[in-house]
């Protein structure tokens, strides 16, 4: 597919997407997305690093629960598959994302539900908050190509309303998962959901998935490929909360949301995918993203089946 193509089909589906015009944002989110609640934006980049971005592509956004994916990675490749699997579960959990019943036999069910991400960000190595966000944002970076930062403004409204991330964090001292202190567990997850990327940047990001853990632009190895197989299997099968099943049926690529209404798609050995709308469907994924991604796969026969 040539770069021309590539560029009409997004505006064309974009164009079609936009006419959706329901859906509504995290309600404490709210003043936070205000001016954006409309923002549409589209990207790809290949595995031979070819990026063209529509819409909005170049505004900032915050990763939200797409960090979860990210930080899973990060876990994987710093502690090892065994130790990780010790500590978090790979089965879809069928409920929303921050329910609490989200553990079996006290291990989160897997990475991609606020549980399992809170464990995630846990196992990441260093002694500090600071050092774990240092390492966290290093990898990031590294996966975007250019250097991210946590929006405070984000972070300021997450702290508001953490209740149940702290609830879920409990829940896991309690069974003796965590060796640091939840608070601090909970404030991690909350600045890694804080990150902020452009629309491209999140295409970058999966497309350093797609090629087995190269950033195809910059040429820096990130990850190793058995991290990333076991990531790209998890964000197949759980990624999309408890509409996962729908998810792989109708798009049939591995994908992570985010309740700003980030997506990232992963078509492997061929492409990262990343939609931006704050409109959220009842699952708190983007709706006019999810149709995005619908679309796309149809016309490119994404599907991996
Ligand atoms: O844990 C939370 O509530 C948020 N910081 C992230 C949630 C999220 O993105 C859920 N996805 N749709």
Redo the contacts with the bound molecule.
Sequence with gaps: MTDQRVHDDLVAILEETREIGWGEPADYLRDVQRRDLDALAAAVCTTEGEVVGVGHHDRALAL???SKAFTYAVALQECGLDRVLAFIGVEPSGEA??ELSQLSDGRPFNPLI?AGAIMAQALVPGDTLEDREALLLDRYSALAGGQLEVSEEVLRA?QV?AD??FALAHMLASSGMLDVDPHEVVQG??RQ?SVEVTTTQLAVMGATFASGGRNPVSGERVFDERVVQQTLSVMLTCGM?DASGGWVTQVGIPAK????GAMLGVVPGAMGLATWSPR?DSH??SIRGVELFRRLSDRWDLHVL
Aim: hydrophobic share 25%.
């Design positions: 939200q629960s797409v994302f921050n606020n997450e309303r149940r991330n997850y909350l959901c909360y949301s985010g309740v700003s959220l708190g994924n």
